[in-house]
DNA sequence: CGTCAAATTGAAAATTATCAACGAGAGTGG
DNA sequence: CCACTCTCGTTGATAATTTTCAATTTGACG
């Protein structure tokens, strides 16, 4: 939250009550199941985590990338049981908190309050966007946007991540976050590629034509452009 | 929010200074344009509105219907320029207010802010059922899970409707919504219309078979199975 | 060296889009 | 009251995109 605003003193002390517990959780493991009883929400220190959807026929849709500082099972704010499944894609840490320990920081910290949701927008906009990505475009333009949109994100933790990356999702993985199939994935990673647009070496991704991949993905960046003159004050 | 919890006088004052104002939209009027400026908010009173975004290709993606009672334009709360359209499928009333007004709310009434994250992860919930739809689902299902959540939004405002509803969509927006043309959700209305699972007279759907509806369309309704035991005291 | 997940490739099938046309019904101006 | 126009729904034929199935290859790792 400190990259949006100024945390105060009192701010700190109180977001880092939510870090106190720490919990290990390993590539491929499951930290939330749907339809599990839940009540714990989760704060991800290190790694890289996904929330998914399974649905009966068995194919999966993968909702969303975690990195380290998002807030993840969020829903078990609402839900008895969850909605959405949260596996780790790397080895990961991430800290428990309860929803009760939320709700006091709510009470005391109004801006805080607010913050979350603008958090809460962020996220937001950043699904429609792959709603309509997966409603209205092209497997090649889906595929574009998740490469860019994983190398932004990880810019945002990395500075000095410039136009080469370590993806780290297989092209399953790719699949399912797109509504594709992996053998298309396949194709169109190879297609991008042959357009020049980006070079891959085992499991890197260099971006050749940043500019002409952009346009193929029809990209919006959406921790860009923020307002945020109107929040509460500090207490 | 009375439907999820008892709202107490105070609160009941807070939100009402939210609804002092009232704009009258027309069917087809836009409330918010994408990438304009804005700063309000509405709540919406009477009618039945969308919000979309419009690709550069021309095409549209409908991101959410909305309904009385529901807080519309909240990513203004985040961005300078609007990321999403705003426009009345029916004639309708809403009621707009100041991102400040808001702020206020959340400083003075903790656990209104706490609905309104509630809210938030409801709305969120239902993005990632349709998201999960359009990207692993089939036409058919796609099409049959809109009837469905159509019908249990509007039974939601009038207790009293049963199988049988005006959609008030037309083909086009159907297919906006889900990621289809109109004539293929033409196409799937009619096969939807001969497996006997609904029956259509201009506008009007009757569900003949809900069961069956709901097996084809994967459907899960996230207006059910709220725990909202962790709120904070009512202030 | 053997094993296993992941990536790659080709061919055929299924789904969905595109194009083009027509019909029904609502409103509108003469 | 009668063209007239417009939107919306409907239908058929064809094309494009994406999936499915079935191998094969590659690379990491014990």
Known sequence: MGDLVTITPAEHTALARLEERERKVRRGATLQRANDRVGELFILRKGTMMSSVLLDDGSRQIL?????????GLTSLVYREAP????????????PFERSALSEILSAHPRLAALMMVYGQIERAALTDRLAAIGR??????????LIDMR??????????????????????IGDATGLTA????????QIEEEGLI?????????????????AANYA??????DLSWLPAAR
Chains 1, 2 share one sequence.
Not at 183 to 190: A, K, Q, W
Request: charged share 25%; hydrophobic share 40%.
């Open 64 to 72: 969303r990338f975690q990195f380290p500082g998002d807030m993840m």
């Open 137 to 146: 475009t092209s497997a090649k333009a889906r595929v574009a946007a998740i």
């Open 152 to 173: 932004n994100r990880l810019r945002m933790l990395d500075k000095h991540i410039g136009n080469s990356f370590m993806l780290g999702l297989t092209q399953e993985e």
């Open 199 to 215: 070079a891959r070496e085992n499991g890197r991704v260099t971006f050749l034509d940043e500019g002409g991949l952009m346009r």
């Open 183 to 190: 053998v298309h994935v396949n194709r169109m990673l190879r």
């Open 221 to 226: 960046d959406r921790y860009e452009g923020l």
């Open 84 to 95: 959405e499944t949260i596996t780790a894609l790397s080895d990961s840490v991430v800290c």
